[in-house]
């Protein structure tokens, strides 16, 4: 193989980054032979798991000049990057049919920074159509599923990349991220992924459908196996190469003093939002790690984001369909739309008309539901829904808490001034979240990250940041518990599943995922127990969470580790503990 022929390409693959990297430096490797073994390997995980969209064989010319990077942090390592980056001569379609056949002029700014590093970009990943979606489903390359389990998704939208690295076909890649896009393929594909602070690495020349989102910003990131990968990969990023390509970027080097830090630690942490209740596992995974923590000498102290529904409603998901999901429409108008997207496409479609009437119509009871929050989630755990009355104050606080975005989301901005008033918001909401986390002394925070594995077709009804068929379903569940006989429809309501992760895509504060630990039996059978936050029959009704993740034992769970902007070295710092913690548990029980 290459110059290595009598070196088995199986063990190449098998090396982490840190080994494989010091390995090609030596010399004891050639770059040729790992090159040629990672593209054997993904072309044999790509005909499994379908994750592959191009092989950049403009790799092969590359090897001619690699000497030139040998002093590259990277150098010779193969890097996947998520179909969206572009990379010259080949086509970044975001999965929608318009976008074809307009390959890229140049390379993005990251695949420059990535060769002058010595790194190799050899092949393109899946993606969603239009990326908006947490499936991995488009019309023009097909769906990705998981690498642990063929009938489960892999998440998205860097659902190529979690899938092609979880499957071993990747030692590292780029995806991007608006809503936990890096965070959820690789929390369900059981790799670590991270979302740095926006603008810590520049996105000119990765393509999107919807440009030009200020209040809930995009990032690109790194995915990895390892922790220590995802550091590697953001010190030869964070290099004099990235802040002269795109002076717009702060000229911030890699911190590897903050990185390499042994000091314990205080971390505040929640297992469940208020909004969304998690899964067994998810919960499962927090405590362990919590525990974990805790024994290593770090100081643990609840934390409790303030003022969630707000957040998710007002600000994440006015932010990201802020013109009604029009922009996204356009891009779906020549050809069909993947199943995973009609749901959204259906609700982007109404005329805006209808959905101002409804918004009028709906805005005072959303506003009149505020104070019925309290009575409904106490008559909710008192379980007496069924008297005479309680029907409609459950009706009211739904509306309140699922309805919101709705009222909010789908009429546009009224004005500029309204924009600019929900900018000064998203910045106050921002200085409120610090000023807690200075309060508690924090450093960092723990938190669950959506998880296991979801079946296919529920990732894409996902609703929290996107209102996926929210009008059917709005007169759907109306119906539903006003009338019990009424035929199921088929559109459900996840509310509140992103809230894990688009929070800190709104707050701008870096984060990551770390696998700790997988789906048991107990899990399962508990999920079946599995009530939602107000514990009711209608938190069963609308989340059916059950479905969603029912066969999931064996399969992956993460946790979410997150910092303040622009101290990304101390979140992976943060990662890699728990990495640590969490492997020498898995060694000590096996052993």
Not at 164 to 190: E, K, N, W
Not at 255 to 268: A, K, P
Not at 490 to 508: I, Q
Request: hydrophobic fraction near 40%.
């Amino acid at each position: 193989m290459g110059q290595n022929p009598g070196v088995d390409s199986t063990n190449i693959v098998s090396l982490p980054l840190a080994e494989l990297t010091k390995r090609i430096k030596s010399g004891s490797l050639q770059p040729e032979a790992v090159l040629h073994a990672y593209i054997e390997k993904a072309l044999e995980v790509n005909q499994k798991l379908n994750c592959g969209t191009d092989v950049l064989m403009e790799s092969l010319k590359q090897l001619e000049d690699i000497e030139s990077h040998r002093n590259g942090i990277l150098y010779g390592v193969p890097v996947s990057l998520k179909e969206n980056i572009g990379y010259k001569g080949y086509d970044s379609s975001c999965g929608v049919l318009c976008k074809l056949n307009e390959p890229a002029l140049n390379d993005s700014v990251v695949v420059r920074v990535l060769k002058r590093q010595g790194a190799v970009p050899f092949i393109k990943t899946n993606i969603p159509q239009g990326l908006l979606n947490y499936e991995c489903s488009n019309p023009i390359y097909g769906m990705t599923v998981n690498p642990h389990n063929l009938q489960k998704t892999c998440g998205g939208s860097s659902g190529g990349e979690g899938a092609l690295i979880g499957g071993g076909g990747s030692i590292l890649g780029l995806g991007t991220d608006i809503a936990g896009s890096i965070r959820i393929p690789a929390s369900f594909c059981g790799i670590c992924g991270f979302k740095p602070t926006f603008n810590r690495i520049s996105l000119h020349g990765v393509n999107s459908c919807v440009k030009g989102i200020k209040s809930v910003p995009s990032s690109i990131g790194p995915m990895a196996r390892d922790v220590e990968s995802l550091a590697l990969c953001m010190r030869a990023l964070l290099s004099t190469d990235m802040f002269s390509l795109d002076p717009t970027i702060p000229p911030l080097p890699f911190n590897q003093q903050v990185y390499d830090s042994t000091e314990h630690l205080r971390i505040g942490y929640y297992d469940n939002d208020g909004y969304h209740q998690p899964s067994p596992s998810m919960s499962r995974a927090l405590q362990e790690t919590k525990k974990l923590l805790e024994q290593a000498g770090h100081t643990l102290v609840p934390f409790q984001p303030p003022r969630l529904f707000m957040a998710i409603h007002e600000y994440a998901t006015k932010g990201i369909l802020a013109d009604g999901g029009t922009t996204l429409l356009r891009y779906l108008e020549e050809g069909p739309i993947d199943p995973c997207l009609q749901p959204q496409a259906i609700t982007y479609s109404i005329p805006r008309f209808v959905k101002k009437i409804l918004s009028i119509f709906l805005r005072p009871i959303v506003m009149s539901a505020h104070g019925l929050s309290y009575e409904c989630n106490l008559w909710s755990q008192l379980c007496i829904f069924n008297q005479p009355g309680m029907v409609l104050l459950r009706v009211a606080f739904w509306f309140k808490n699922c309805c919101c975005s709705l009222c909010t989301a789908m009429c546009f901005y009224s004005s500029v001034t309204d924009m600019w008033e929900q900018h000064k918001n998203i910045e106050d909401y921002i200085s409120e979240v610090i000023a807690e986390w200075r309060r508690l002394e924090m450093d960092v925070l723990l938190c669950p990250v959506l998880g296991p594995a979801y079946n296919f077709y529920y990732s894409g009804m996902l609703t929290s940041t996107v209102p996926h068929s929210t009008t059917v379903c709005l007169f759907y569940f109306l119906l539903k518990m006003l009338f019990a006989p009424v035929p199921d429809s088929g559109f459900y309501l996840f509310s509140g599943s992103l809230s894990y992760t688009v929070m800190y895509n709104l707050l701008n504060f870096p984060a990551g995922v770390v696998p700790v630990t997988t789906v048991t039996a107990d899990d399962e059978a508990q999920m079946n127990r599995y009530r939602g936050n107000f514990a009711d029959i209608w938190d069963k009704l609308f989340l059916k969470k059950q479905e969603a993740v029912q066969d999931s034992v064996g399969l992956p769970v993460a946790v979410q580790c997150v910092s303040l902007p622009w101290q990304d070295e101390l979140c992976l710092r943060f990662m890699r503990e728990v990495e640590k913690l969490s492997v020498r548990k898995k060694h000590t029980n096996t052993y």
